[in-house]
Nanobody, 123 residues
């Protein structure tokens, strides 16, 4: 079971760090992706980190502002969000694929999802 946390209300230009924690099992051999969804819109890819942590891929909309990292000892993946904009407002989710070791970027390739955490950026 994945659980995203760390969301909240922040002013534009501010920062937040989201955490994705797995309980009951290790996610060490899985790539972990971050996604976000605005009500009435499709869930969109934000970024992903490979299982080794050596590689990351980001959506163009967040490139240079967001950074994903992982701490295998804590079984946790982080999403550091800097220079937040009102258009970053969404519910943020973390997820991993069913397959180990592979890195995907499409929503339909991720089958294990956690509950989201709401990020609200005020202007």
């Amino acid at each position: 079971q994945l659980q995203a946390s760390g969301g909240g209300l922040v002013q534009a230009g501010g920062s937040l760090r989201l955490s994705c924690t797995a309980s009951g099992r290790s996610i060490g051999y899985y790539a972990v992706g971050w996604f976000r969804q605005v009500p009435g819109m499709e869930r969109e890819f934000v970024g992903v980190i490979s299982w080794t942590g050596a590689n990351t891929i980001y959506a163009d909309s967040v490139k240079g502002r967001f950074a994903i990292s992982r701490d295998k000892a804590k079984n946790t993946v982080y999403l550091q969000m800097d220079n937040l904009k009102p258009e970053d407002t969404a519910v943020y989710y973390c997820a991993h694929p069913s397959e180990r070791l592979v890195t995907y970027t499409r929503v339909e390739q991720f089958h294990h999802w956690g509950q989201g955490t709401l990020v609200t950026v005020s202007s």
